[in-house]
Each structure stands twice: as structure tokens, then as C-alpha cells.
């Protein structure tokens, strides 16, 4: 079964500097697919970024980089120059492969990430 | 402008009622998934459905049902059934192809009295 874990529960951050939230996980299969997502307040969930596990490069979006170590089974994600509307949770999520798994996600449980001014 | 709507955006309802979220997306999209979050958690899988008028069960859906008639719409009943349904609902949804990538509607938060 896959496993995704967020160690950090909560995480602070200075305006306009960098973050990194953890996320490992866990899988046997050769493919899979990793994501982001970002959940403010209001609850809506924001998909950020997206990284293949055959994926060469690691991905980038803006000010959101995903810093993908297939060894270590990590994909965490970098947010550059935070802004005060960054404060939410956030998601790491993997994809399961296969036509059979109907591509269903598996959550990790959440980094709340607060900016201060 | 396209998306996916969830309907209503809180929902209360006295212990042993059925009730009903809605859910359509217009994108076209092939493929949707019912997750439920509760406080401090991450989401959990209810049902998907990849085409019309055909459903998986995820990882908890004892005490839910769901229906595909129309591509558009994935209606989530919760039934009396489900022993602790109060939570935060999420909707999701996603193109044809495999590796493309959910998309989530707003969400709907049941609270039951």
C-alpha cells in the first residue's frame, strides 16, 4: 500500500524568505506521480505543482519547486520569497498507477505553513 | 467559466437523515472522486468513477452511495449508515487520461446535530 508522510504539522516562515515542506512516501511501484496541493482557510483545495516519477528534472512552477530525490523517496516542496497569502496547508498527495486504481490519490496529513510579516 | 460546483456550501442535518451533496463539473472531465476530510487530517478516497454509469468504492464507503447518470454530475449520498458523518466534503475531477490531474471544487461542510 502507498504511504505518504508530512512530518512537520506546522511550519513558520519569515515574509519574502524561503520554506521547505517535507514529504516522504512510500510505494513499490516503478511508476507513480507526486503532488501538491494548497488548502487556505476557505477549504478549496489548489493543485500547485506535479512531478512524474520518471521525471528527469525536478519541477518547478513559479515561486513552487518540488525538490524530487528518488533514493531517499522524497519530494518536498520549496516556496521562494514567501508572501502572506501563502499562509495555508499544505498537501503532499501520490498518485497510484494503473488503469485499475482509477488514478486515486493518497494524502499525506498536511504542513500548516503560517508567513509573519 | 468552467469548474466544478459543490452544493450547498454548509449543510446540517439532524442524526439518522440521508443527505445528499451535489457535485458537476463542467470541464468534461471523465473521471470523479469523493473525498472526505476531518479536522487536522488529510483527505480520504469515498468513491470514484472513471465513466458514466459505473463506481469503485475507495477506502471508507461504508455508509455512503454515490450514482453516475450523466458525465457532469457525482452526486455523494450520506445515509444513516455512516456513524460519525459530520466532516468536510471534497469533490474532485479529471480528464480522460490517467496521469492528468485532479482538480477539486470548493467543498461542502455537513454538520450533524
Not at chain 1, 69 to 80: E, G, M, T
Not at chain 2, 29 to 56: C, E, K, T
Not at chain 2, 64 to 91: D, G, H, I, M
Request: with cysteine; hydrophobic share 30%.
Amino acid at each position: 500500500a502507498q504511504k505518504i508522510t508530512q512530518t512537520q504539522p506546522g511550519m513558520f516562515v519569515q515574509e519574502k524568505e524561503a520554506v521547505t515542506l517535507d514529504c516522504t512516501y512510500d510505494t513499490s511501484d516503478p511508476s507513480y506521480g507526486l503532488f501538491w496541493y494548497k488548502q487556505p482557510s476557505s477549504g478549496e483545495m489548489i493543485f500547485l505543482i506535479y512531478q512524474g516519477s520518471y521525471d528527469q528534472q525536478n519541477a518547478t512552477e513559479g515561486r513552487y519547486s518540488l525538490n524530487f530525490q528518488k533514493a531517499r523517496k522524497s519530494a518536498n516542496l520549496v516556496i521562494s520569497a514567501s508572501q502572506l497569502g501563502d499562509s495555508a496547508m499544505y498537501f503532499c498527495a501520490m498518485r497510484e498507477a494503473g488503469e485499475t486504481s482509477g488514478s486515486r490519490l493518497t494524502f499525506g496529513e498536511g504542513t500548516q505553513l503560517t508567513v509573519n510579516p | 467559466d468552467g469548474g466544478i460546483t459543490q452544493s450547498p456550501k454548509y449543510l446540517f442535518r439532524k442524526e439518522g437523515q440521508n443527505v445528499t451533496l451535489s457535485c458537476e463539473q463542467n470541464l468534461n472531465h471523465d473521471a470523479m472522486y469523493w473525498y472526505r476530510q476531518d479536522p487536522g487530517q488529510g483527505l480520504r478516497l469515498i468513491y470514484y468513477s472513471q465513466i458514466v454509469n459505473d463506481f469503485q468504492k475507495g477506502d471508507i464507503a461504508e455508509g455512503y452511495s454515490v450514482s453516475r447518470e450523466k458525465k457532469e454530475s457525482f452526486p455523494l449520498t450520506v445515509t444513516s449508515a455512516q456513524k460519525n458523518p459530520t466532516a468536510f466534503y471534497l469533490c474532485a475531477s479529471r480528464r480522460g487520461h490517467l496521469l492528468d490531474t485532479q482538480y477539486f471544487g470548493p467543498g461542502t461542510r455537513l454538520t450533524v446535530l
